[in-house]
Each structure stands twice: as C-alpha cells, then as structure tokens.
C-alpha cells in the first residue's frame, strides 16, 4: 500500500483544515487506517483511527470534539477534518495503514506511511 497525504497549510487559531490521504490498491477496506502527527523534537503521536469498512473510530482525548476521521472505500481516500485548531497542534500530519481492518492507537501496529504534511496554525 502506498499513501499520500496532502491539504496541510497554513491555518489562524481557531480556522479548520481539512487533510486527505489517497491510498493506492485494490483492497483498501481490509486496512485499518489511521492519523498521527510529529511536532519538532516530540515523538510521532495517535490522532485517529478507523476500522477498514469505517465502522468505528477512535480518537486520542486532546482531539475528542475537535477533529473526525473518515474514509470513502470506493475511492481509497481517508479524511481528518479539524477544527477549532490550535498552535499546539502544529506538526507534521501523517496518515497510515494496518493490515487488518482494525484500527489501533499504536504506531507499532502500522505497517505503511505515507510521507507526511504540514500544517502550522497561527496564534
């Protein structure tokens, strides 16, 4: 599987964003997918997940309420809308697969990255 993750930018405290993932193959629904990010001089940490048929999801505390996962099997896109956002959620923004249609909170369970976006949001 090979991921592409775009729509990082530039955001003002408070705006949204809304990043996308393109997943390449023909079985997209047995991967669970997930979201994590990577601020300078942090560890890559959990955002989201979705199971493969999209089901269920799950999100880390600090994003409850704020941002939502999603995913569309017919095109191989997976979505992290965000909203409300925050200087402190400025990262690196990086969407991963599993094999296997759960989804999990833990980078050792994902066996492909794509290469990352940007997203800076402004005070």
């Known amino acids: 599987v090979q991921l592409q993750a775009s729509g990082g930018g530039l955001v003002q405290a408070g705006g949204s964003l809304r990043l996308s993932c393109a997943a390449s193959?023909?079985?997209?629904?047995?991967?669970?997918m997930g979201w994590f990010r990577q601020a300078p001089g942090e560890d890559r940490e959990f955002i989201a997940a979705?199971?493969?048929?999209?089901?269920?999801?799950y999100y880390a505390d600090y994003v409850k309420g704020r941002f939502t996962i999603s995913r569309d099997n017919a095109e191989n896109m997976v979505y992290l809308q965000m909203n409300s956002l925050k200087p402190e959620d400025t990262a690196v923004y990086y969407c991963?697969?599993?094999?296997?249609?759960?989804?999990?909170?833990?980078?050792?369970?994902?066996?492909?990255w794509g290469q990352g976006t940007q997203v800076t949001v402004s005070s």
């Open positions: 991963a697969a599993r094999s296997g249609p759960f989804g999990s909170s833990l980078l050792s369970e994902y066996d492909y």
């Open positions: 193959g023909r079985t997209f629904s047995r991967y669970g």
């Open positions: 979705i199971t493969g048929n999209g089901g269920r999801t």
